[in-house]
């Protein structure tokens, strides 16, 4: 398999993650400069490297197989890597961007079990239509504005449900 790292990857990364995250935070009052710059280089670097390669990997896999099997498998695959872990990840930049690595701790496995569990119906109809509808080469796009409608979803649930 062929690794990609694109600087429309790049580009795209910085821009989307930093700026869904942005607005999240906005709604929440929590918004931060080093927030936004910091999770732009994440998007641009370990995001805009994992995501297109994974999502070329699952093509690898899937190849031959065709119908509702096919389109099965790629959603759970691509479930598979937006797993808990990767969820608290994401929330251990946001810590460490916004100067509360203080905060940081094993219980952001709990927050990402529970973030993970709580939106299985969301996540599989979003990454059953990312992959099985986009194109491959917008498949990170899409994947990453999903990610950003996400995090103002959750700055959003945060502000009406607490």
């Given at each position: 398999?062929?690794?990609?790292?694109?600087?429309?990857?790049?580009?795209?990364?910085?821009?989307?993650y930093s700026l869904?995250?942005?607005?999240?935070?906005?709604?929440?009052?929590?918004?931060?400069?080093?927030?936004?710059?910091?999770?732009?280089?994440?998007?641009?670097?370990?995001?805009?490297?994992?995501?297109?390669?994974?999502?070329?990997?699952?093509?690898?896999?899937?190849?031959?197989?065709?119908?509702?099997?096919?389109?099965?498998?790629?959603?759970?695959?691509?479930?598979?890597?937006?797993?808990?872990?990767?969820?608290?990840?994401?929330?251990?930049?946001?810590?460490?961007?916004?100067?509360?690595?203080?905060?940081?701790?094993?219980?952001?496995?709990g927050v990402g079990?529970?973030?993970?569990?709580?939106?299985?119906?969301?996540?599989?109809?979003?990454?059953?239509?990312?992959?099985?509808?986009?194109?491959?080469?917008?498949?990170?796009?899409?994947?990453?504005?999903?990610?950003?409608?996400?995090?103002?979803?959750?700055?959003?649930?945060?502000?009406?449900?607490?």
């Open positions: 398999m062929r690794l990609e790292y694109t600087t429309v990857n790049i580009l795209r990364g910085a821009a989307i869904g995250d942005s607005a999240a935070a906005l709604l929440v009052d929590e918004f931060q400069w080093s927030r936004l710059l910091g999770l732009s280089l994440i998007g641009a670097t370990i995001y805009a490297f994992e995501i297109p390669n994974y999502f070329n990997w699952i093509e690898e896999k899937v190849q031959g197989r065709k119908g509702f099997r096919a389109a099965l498998d790629k959603t759970m695959l691509a479930m598979l890597y937006f797993n808990p872990l990767w969820i608290a990840r994401h929330l251990f930049f946001i810590y460490l961007f916004s100067g509360r690595v203080w905060e940081v701790s094993w219980a952001l496995l079990l529970f973030s993970f569990l709580a939106n299985i119906p969301l996540s599989l109809l979003g990454n059953f239509f990312i992959q099985n509808v986009v194109r491959l080469r917008w498949r990170f796009f899409a994947s990453a504005v999903f990610s950003a409608l996400m995090a103002v979803y959750y700055a959003l649930s945060e502000v009406f449900f607490r």
